[in-house]
């Protein structure tokens, strides 16, 4: 009896051992046998096809979606990569369904999806850099400032920025990257801690009122390098205004402004600019550089909210030096996540 629960019957009516993958085979034949002779295939499953080619239709046009209301445009793009989790939902339903056209249909946003993120899948990571920047919001109601500093500090990053620092913490912030870093500087909520001089050190206008970005000049081992730190206005989503983001694209235009100005030819922008490189309203600044993570990172690299990492809002950005790595550090007290980059300076050869 034991012997007969692993025997089935074969074709010849024989009985044998059942091979591997015999019962899958039977099913998937159970399954195309079913749909060959259903004439209503193509008839199911239209709305799945709708959703599913409208999804697409977002994808491809996110740029021409109007701001004029609620900036729904900078809204989508904040949050497109995150369409793709509805094609495999759209996908088991049209299995579901038993609807050949939704299946098809379902291949468009797919196709499309690929198209713009596949290449951030990828880990298209290097070996080489010479030097090694990052970059926090910090939190201005951080516990433990201390700790979040040392964190940041044991990634060994030869320039850290740092966002959204409260006067009362600085000292903090100062002694427990003293030991790391020789040089370091703070304009308003924003400051710059490296291992390498630092002049030229000064606010950055971005039409606030108040300072939240500054500029200064690292005389690094390859040469000089222009670094922006910048921490843009914050947005919100309001169910009666919709994505208020305004006074924060007015501030990307002008920190835009200030780099296009920028005499030297290596460009290191570092901070949370409270925008993806999707987001329209940032044209202004990424026209301009190269997202390490979009050309040297594995994965999306989202920054926040660090509980549950669903956007990049936070960006490290080049021109005039090479992107060899870039990731994100583990979470501190902070609601951002912090970022790193290992670039290189040398780009002669």
Aim: aromatic residues 6%; without cysteine; glycine residues 10%.
């Amino acid at each position: 009896m034991a012997q007969q629960a692993y025997m089935t019957e074969t074709d010849n009516g024989g009985s044998g051992p059942e091979r591997p993958g015999s019962r899958l085979r039977r099913l998937t034949h159970r399954l195309v046998a079913g749909w060959r002779g259903d004439p209503r295939i193509w008839r199911r499953g239209i709305v799945l096809a709708v959703l599913a080619l409208l999804i697409a239709l977002v994808m491809l046009v996110h740029s021409r979606i109007p701001n004029r209301v609620g900036n729904l445009g900078s809204l989508t793009e904040t949050f497109l990569p995150w369409l793709g989790l509805a094609i495999p939902v759209l996908l088991v339903l049209g299995l579901v369904r038993r609807s050949a056209t939704a299946l098809i249909a379902v291949l468009v946003p797919a196709i499309v999806w690929l198209n713009l993120f596949g290449g951030l899948v990828f880990d298209k990571a290097g070996g080489g850099g010479d030097l090694t920047v990052a970059t926090h919001n910090v939190n201005a109601d951080n516990p433990d400032p201390a700790a979040t500093a040392r964190n940041v500090a044991s990634s060994g990053a030869d320039l850290l920025a740092l966002e959204e620092l409260p006067a009362s913490a600085v000292p903090v912030y100062e002694k427990a990257l003293a030991a790391t870093y020789r040089y370091h500087a703070v304009v308003g909520t924003v400051g710059l801690w490296s291992k390498y001089p630092m002049s030229g050190v000064e606010a950055v206008d971005i039409k606030l009122g108040w300072k939240r970005a500054m500029h200064a000049t690292v005389t690094t081992p390859e040469g000089p390098l222009a670094v922006y730190v910048a921490h843009l206005p914050s947005v919100r989503v309001k169910v009666e205004a919709g994505f208020t983001a305004r006074q924060r694209d007015k501030s990307a235009d002008a920190l835009g402004e200030a780099i296009a100005d920028e005499t030297l030819k290596r460009v290191v922008v570092l901070g949370d600019l409270n925008g993806t490189m999707n987001d329209r309203a940032l044209n202004a600044v990424t026209s301009q550089l190269r997202s390490t993570q979009g050309a040297a990172g594995s994965g999306f690299g989202f920054s926040w909210p660090a509980s549950f990492p669903m956007a990049r809002i936070d960006q490290i950005l080049v021109k005039g030096v090479q992107p060899e790595r870039s990731w994100t550090l583990p979470r501190t007290d902070s609601d951002h996540l912090p970022i790193a980059a290992r670039v290189k300076l040398d780009t002669s050869a």
